[in-house]
């Protein structure tokens, strides 16, 4: 672990003095809406197969942090894209952060989560980051991510709910439990499909 000093400067007033903490696995951060919790059975029903530690202070290992974040330029693409392949193809070498997009036209529709993912040596969830067994060895090709075209369902929707099972290979859905919103969504939806409507701005 390595420690600096750092300061912020108040107008009118003494410059605050702080230590940054930072692991080969990223900054320590401190998580003080964990301060003071014995019972970690709440939080781990949030997140599973959490070890009782010391929450106040963690030290995370952020995807982001490891490469060159494309976002800007993935953004600036995105109203140029002709086809829904085209627009997938605008994420094949994406390094940013992970989102749920939707394109359409006339002719074709389609549905992406890109992102990056690591490629864990222990499985999902949060882990011994002091273990070497729980580094991660890689990352997964931005061709994995999940992805839809022509929905034979006819009509997407996103809910920041859980896109893919626990199993998934990229663990894109373990650390998403609520799913409320979208399996109501998804009857509403399916209920004026069901009797020949469509569904407009004016059902949101």
Not at 77 to 90: A, C, I, Q, R, Y
Request: with cysteine.
């Amino acid at each position: 672990m390595q420690k600096r000093t750092e300061y912020i400067k108040v107008r009118g007033g003494d410059p605050v003095e702080f230590n940054v903490y930072s692991t080969e696995h990223g900054l320590g951060i401190e998580c003080p809406v964990f301060r003071g919790i014995e019972n970690y059975s709440m939080i781990q029903k949030i997140v599973p197969n959490l070890f009782n530690v010391n929450l106040e202070n963690f030290s995370w290992c952020w995807a982001l942090a490891h490469k060159e974040d494309k976002s800007i330029q993935v953004v600036l693409g995105m109203p140029l894209t002709k086809s829904v392949d085209e627009f997938f193809s605008l994420f094949d070498d994406y390094s940013g952060g992970s989102y749920s997009l939707l394109w359409s036209s006339e002719d074709e529709d389609g549905y992406l989560a890109p992102g990056l993912y690591p490629k864990r040596k222990s499985g999902k969830y949060v882990k011994k980051g002091w273990e070497s067994a729980n580094d991660w060895e890689a990352w997964h090709s931005p061709k994995e991510t999940p992805r839809v075209k022509n929905s034979k369902r006819g009509f997407y929707f996103t809910t920041n709910n859980k896109i893919t099972s626990e199993n998934h290979f990229t663990d894109i859905g373990t650390g998403i439990g609520i799913n409320s919103r979208a399996i109501r969504i998804n009857e509403l939806i399916e209920e004026k499909v069901r009797r020949g409507e469509k569904v407009s701005g004016e059902d949101a």
